[in-house]
């Protein structure tokens, strides 16, 4: 395929798209510059590495291969750059040889939050269908071992754009009638975006109730979330949904996450819940903020959630620019890929506890902090509860409540 040498970004918050500038590849090198107009809306799309300015700007090579991270956030990673590379390749394209350019020439306008690449790539395959979540999910074990399967395509429209490491799928689901769609980018009306999530061939089998109990337990917690539900197939298999809130109805927010809007590199992070801290303040200008990250910091540490890397964390602006806190997502059992948290508490990875979450709440002066954090315990302590509640396994729940047991 011949590469993209020049891509036109803009954003789109409800039907009209504005254009905000244009990304051109050079000698291997990538550059970036704000269109005049759009400077004069005075928006900041990524207020603390791609100010609004006039220059011509170029990204370092580390850690997003020469993008700005308000741009990498928009590609696909885990799943969703394994089913691109997988459809790509079934096309006859060389990966191997592909630049960030043709990349997001491929997300166009069907990438999370609200900004929209052209030109965009247009692979002859999308289209709206019905399917049935026990295939889809047979097909994602299918994909991982490499198999040859005849809907490979539909797994790509579905869930070539979403982040993240399980299989899963972008959809329109109409809560009065049970009924779901597959969803590129607009849905009829009566129909939310939604995300499933299926499990991988590492997962416990209850995985998706071990995640509902959780979003149950951050809930009475105080943690904003967005709508989550169990989605159940013809065998009685349940899968994890939850509504996408970088969508209402068909209109979009702006979204980044913590990774993108600090250039961190998530898989190699040495990023503090105090660096979190800073930037929510900074963008909400709301002491609440500080008490948005401590409530998912001490949740994460209780509820044994190490799991929590800056892709986890998001932030979310609407079309008159104003930035907050996204609703808190991923929050489940997880012990990652190193034993540790992936985010530190007052510089703990280890073993962080209630006085490293103190500390770090002390030193933001967050005055009720020890209540927010009594709170979220006390909730925890309740786990088995949650997880009857849930048709948690009675050996996850005995294996979760032996790990998070030693934490309370």
Known sequence: MEHVKKIIVSIQFSKNEIELGELVSEERAIYFKYYTDFITKGIEISPLKLKLNTGINKADAIPFDGLFGVFADSLPDGWGKLLLDRALTAKGVDISNMTMLDRLAFVGSKGMGALIYKPEIDDGIHKQFEFELDNIAKATHQIISGTSIEILDELYILGGSSGGARPKILVGYNSKTQHIIGAEKDLPIGYEHWIIKFPSSSDKADIANIEFAYYKMAIDAGIEMSACKLFKGKSGQEYFGTKRFDRIGNNRLHMLS???????????????????????????????????????????????????????????????????????????????????????????????????????????????????????????????????????????KNRIQKVIGRKL
């Open 258 to 396: 913590a990774a993108g809007m600090m250039h961190d590199n998530f898989r190699l992070s040495n990023l503090d819940y105090g660096n979190v801290m800073d930037c929510a303040f900074l963008l909400e200008r709301d002491v609440r903020a500080y008490e948005k990250v401590l409530r998912i910091a001490a949740f994460n540490v209780f509820a044994h959630n190490r799991d929590d890397h800056s892709k986890n964390i998001s932030f979310l602006m609407d079309e008159n620019g104003n930035w907050k806190v996204a609703p808190a997502y991923d929050l489940t059992f997880s012990s990652s890929g190193h034993g540790m948290h992936s985010t530190m508490v007052s510089g703990e990875s280890a073993n962080p506890t209630k006085q490293h979450l103190m500390e770090l709440a002390n030193y933001f002066k967050i005055k009720n902090a020890s209540a927010i954090i009594d709170k979220v315990q006390a909730v925890i302590y309740n786990w088995k509860d949650y997880a009857v509640q849930c048709k948690v396994s009675t050996d996850s």
